[in-house]
């Protein structure tokens, strides 16, 4: 663990405050009020699953070597709620790297070898922003499958209310009757 990486982890929680107030920063201004000041995770589920998911972002970060799919785990909670606020990559991913700005303006004269360690810290971010972008991409693939399967059975119940559709048992058997297809010239013997 660099210098750099042990002061934000002496201020974890002054740091963890800082890069919340990043995420809600994305947020529509009349939302990020009430995400902010409800701490009850049922008054709040969404802002209380951030700011957790915040928080243990930043400790798995800030360890000699992250795993990735941890890493991937815990960002999870933040992009799904990006991914149904429709918020588009680029925004959904913005905070990610708000944890470099948060670090210099804390940190910039504390440790002589700033620039080496936030450089260091920078790849680290590189690697979660890339993680978070494949959340954000699965949860959005996910979000059109949900949507398509539901007009997709909202238009085959309406059709079967119009008596427009019957289902049929066996693909093939209804949709040419079976003497067209015996004497239709389908069958090549």
Same mark, same amino acid.
């Given at each position: ?14 740091? !963890?405050?800082?890069? +919340? ?7 529509? $201004?009349? /939302? *990020? %009020? ?58 959904? !991913?913005?905070?990610? +790297? ?7 303006? $804390?940190? /910039? *004269? %504390? ?79």
């Amino acid at each position: 663990m660099n210098n750099l990486e042990q002061l934000a982890m002496s201020s974890h929680k002054k740091i !963890t405050t800082k890069w +919340f107030e990043a995420v809600l920063a994305s947020f529509p $201004e009349d /939302k *990020n %009020k009430f995400l902010e000041t409800q701490g009850n995770l049922f008054m709040n589920p969404v802002g209380v699953n951030i700011k957790d998911s915040v928080k243990d972002v930043l400790k798995e970060l800030l360890e000699e070597k992250p795993d990735h799919e941890k890493l991937k785990k815990l960002l999870d909670p933040v992009m799904r709620i990006s991914a149904v606020q429709e918020f588009g990559p680029a925004r959904a !991913t913005a905070f990610i +790297f708000s944890l470099k700005e948060i670090l210099r303006t $804390e940190f /910039k *004269n %504390k440790t002589e070898s700033f620039y080496k360690d936030l450089d260091e810290i920078s790849k680290k971010l590189d690697i979660l922003a890339l993680i978070g972008f494949e959340n954000y991409m699965e949860c959005r693939e996910k979000i059109f499958e949900l949507k398509a399967r539901h007009v997709k059975e909202r238009t085959l119940n309406i059709l079967k209310s119009k008596d427009v559709f019957e289902e049929i048992e066996e693909p093939g058997t209804e949709i040419i009757p079976h003497e067209v297809f015996k004497k239709g010239g389908f069958d090549q013997q």
